[in-house]
């Protein structure tokens, strides 16, 4: 157990200077770049440790496996962040328990959350999720349909829209993913001027395309690999 601890402290904190060199590449701060350890599949303990090692926020795609270790965790004081796929009717458990819904990509889904929220008298940050390479991407609203959700998001009190979200499809050149990136920026400063209001988050970056997420603007990279290794199979 003392090894994994030592091998996941250690390799956090080669992401994070891996991030950090990306930062100031980039002209940049690396305190403005959040590191989220993607920790879906892997077992609480590996949280635990990382936690114990610093580490503050932490990234879950399924609902069930995060609430299970929510309550396993309860003890600890770190930010999880939704980031799957989410059903909108399993809305109703992710409101009010995550820091950060990143994958919010229908308008049923905002309704969902907001009711939730409103209901458990609590504001939901969310981002949504934009699909850019079209049928490439799997999950996320089009283009064409994210200043419409963007409008209704704004108008609901259960959340709070704070920016957007974009997973490119995988490429193994990492700079290949960068117009991706470019273009979700382009399209958050579109939007902050359609809304009239600040939406500073960028949810950018992975295992294999951070460094061009962050020279484009990422707030927050979701890193699961690099610092957990290979998932186990779901
Ligand atoms: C699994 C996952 C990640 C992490 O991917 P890695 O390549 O392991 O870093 C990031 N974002 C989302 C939405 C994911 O589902």
Redesign the pocket.
């Known amino acids: 157990m003392q090894d994994r601890k030592q091998e996941l402290a250690e390799r956090a904190a080669e992401v994070r200077e891996a991030l950090a060199d990306a930062a100031r590449e980039a002209g940049r701060k690396p305190e403005d770049v959040t590191l989220v350890a993607?920790s879906?599949l892997h077992p609480a303990s590996d949280i635990r440790a990382l936690a114990e090692a610093g580490q503050t926020d932490f990234?879950e795609?399924y609902v069930q496996e995060a609430m299970d270790k929510q309550e396993e965790l309860a003890d600890l004081d770190v930010n999880f962040h939704f980031?799957?796929g989410l059903q909108s009717n399993k809305a109703k458990f992710v409101a009010g328990n995550f820091a950060l819904v990143?994958?919010v990509d229908s308008a049923k889904l905002v309704r969902a959350l907001h009711k939730k929220a409103e209901s458990l008298g609590v504001v939901q940050d969310i981002l949504i999720q934009v699909s850019i390479a079209g049928e490439a991407q799997k999950s996320g609203i089009t283009t064409e349909l994210l200043p419409q959700l963007a409008e209704e998001a704004m108008g609901m009190s259960g959340v709070r829209l704070v920016g957007l979200m974009t997973?490119p499809p995988f490429f193994d050149e990492p700079d290949r993913a960068r117009p991706i990136f470019a273009r979700l920026r382009q399209l958050r400063d579109e939007l902050e001027k359609q809304l009239g209001t600040k939406l500073p988050h960028l949810s950018m970056g992975?295992?294999?395309d951070f460094v061009p997420a962050v020279r484009e603007g990422a707030t927050m990279v979701?890193?699961?690999?690099?610092i957990f290794g290979a998932?186990p199979p779901k």
Do not use: A, E, Q, Y
């Open positions: 993607v879906k990234g795609n980031i799957g990143h994958s997973m992975m295992t294999g979701r890193i699961g690999t690099r998932r």
